[in-house]
């Protein structure tokens, strides 16, 4: 049973979702099989889900990089859909993009509905500073603040090329 710590709630943390960007086989081999090999990593925890959109690449690719599109909207797709299913009654989104922002305020009406789920974020704190927190008119979205000592825990240095 994992539980977050920081947390004034009692929780019990029940799947984990990365969202990632995934490079073309053909046109980045190398990065292609790090990406999986990553992939492949993460999908042996046990709470772990990896959710991936092909990377997009501009005409004048390699000169400009190729970009990750469509994983932001993913991300608030799925959490919008899982929230209308009540397939979870806390979602912690680990972003303060705010063009997440919608996301927070859908999940945000249904908890005043119907009384949950709930959202909330999550974001690294370096020490001294903390980031902003994505801000919902009229109510406060709590945040699990992440400084540096968890989040050099939690960090992957493997190097899967």
Request: hydrophobic share 40%.
């Amino acid at each position: 049973m994992v539980r977050a710590a920081d947390s004034p709630f009692d929780r019990v943390l029940h799947e984990v979702r990365v969202y990632r960007g995934l490079p073309s086989p053909t046109r980045q081999p190398k990065g292609y099989a790090a990406a999986r090999a990553q992939i492949s990593v993460w999908q042996q925890l046990p709470k772990v889900k990896v959710v991936t959109r092909p990377l997009q690449y501009p005409d004048n690719w390699p000169a400009e990089k190729a970009n990750e599109k469509g994983v932001d909207v993913q991300l608030a797709l799925d959490m919008a859909l899982m929230a209308h299913k009540r397939a979870y009654e806390v979602g912690i989104l680990m972003s303060l993009d705010t063009d997440l922002k919608p996301i927070l305020e859908s999940v945000a009406d249904l908890t005043r509905a119907w009384g949950k789920p709930r959202a909330e974020a999550a974001a690294y704190s370096a020490a001294g500073q903390r980031c902003g927190r994505l801000p919902l008119p009229g109510q406060r979205v709590y945040c699990h603040w992440i400084d540096e000592a968890v989040y050099k825990s939690l960090r992957d240095d493997t190097d899967y090329t």
